[in-house]
């Protein structure tokens, strides 16, 4: 209790400190005392080891297949992976000035590991108030949203980068009136930049 109340304050980590930090003892000290009051009690020993393996056991064992399953298929291939066209992009985007980017979930954790810049929504566990956060990237790229409420989300998260790459588009479009200049361009993504147009301009390659 006294670990998880400390972690409890790191709000971004305090759920994966207690996993890898917190749970791991606990369950050690309830195996140990289980192990205690069935040393003390012999008779109880063969229906709480049946009790476990029926009721907790196999039936997780069942459910972590399934996950992996799933998820190999439907999250690995496109959460882990990128194509070529986006770790060239990423590569550019590390030579340019830092900045914050605006970008999916997935895509922002190979962008920070990657291009080395800050980004708005990465890994789960890292990133302060992901709910809110992730709302309003669905937002910025929803059509059905103004161009003011899309400027304001820039301006509220100092974005200076906004990734627009397969994951991007299934979302929404880009709205061409806000203030944003592609610097990077192939075809798997388009990197816009939100600063002085007259300055990303002169920096294009020529």
């Given at each position: 209790?006294a670990?998880?109340?400390?972690?409890?304050y790191g709000?971004?980590m305090?759920?994966?400190?207690?996993?890898?930090?917190?749970h791991?003892?606990?369950a050690?000290?309830?195996?140990t005392?289980?192990?205690?009051?069935?040393?003390?009690?012999?008779?109880?020993r063969?229906p709480?080891?049946?009790?476990?393996?029926?009721f907790?056991l196999?039936?997780?064992?069942?459910?972590i297949?399934?996950?992996?399953i799933?998820?190999?298929?439907d999250?690995?291939?496109?959460s882990?992976?990128?194509t070529r066209?986006?770790?060239?992009a990423?590569?550019?985007l590390?030579?340019?000035p830092?900045?914050?980017?605006?970008?999916t979930?997935?895509n922002?954790n190979k962008?920070g590991?990657l291009a080395l810049?800050h980004?708005?929504?990465?890994?789960?566990g890292?990133t302060?108030?992901?709910?809110?956060?992730?709302?309003?990237?669905?937002?910025?790229?929803?059509?059905?949203v103004?161009?003011e409420?899309?400027?304001?989300?820039l301006k509220?998260?100092s974005?200076r980068?906004v990734w627009?790459?397969?994951k991007e588009?299934?979302?929404?479009?880009?709205?061409?009136r806000?203030?944003?200049?592609?610097v990077?361009?192939n075809?798997?993504?388009?990197?816009?930049?939100?600063e002085?147009?007259?300055?990303?301009?002169?920096s294009l390659?020529?």
């Open positions: 209790l670990g998880a109340a400390y972690f409890s709000a971004g305090s759920g994966l400190l207690f996993q890898h930090m917190v791991l003892p606990i050690l000290f309830a195996a005392g289980l192990e205690a009051v069935l040393n003390r009690i012999p008779r109880l063969t709480t080891m049946t009790a476990l393996v029926a907790f196999i039936p997780n064992a069942c459910t297949r399934h996950v992996t799933q998820t190999g298929a999250v690995w291939p496109t882990l992976y990128w066209g986006e770790i060239d990423a590569i550019r590390r030579s340019m830092p900045g914050h980017v605006l970008s979930r997935d922002g962008i590991w810049h980004v708005l929504l990465g890994h789960w890292t302060p108030h992901k709910g809110a956060k992730q709302s309003d990237m669905e937002r910025f790229f929803s059509d059905g103004s161009m409420e899309k400027n304001r989300i509220h998260y974005i980068y627009y790459g397969e588009r299934r979302l929404g479009s880009v709205d061409w806000l203030p944003l200049i592609p990077i361009r075809d798997a993504v388009t990197v816009f930049d939100t002085d147009p007259l300055r990303v301009i002169r390659p020529k």
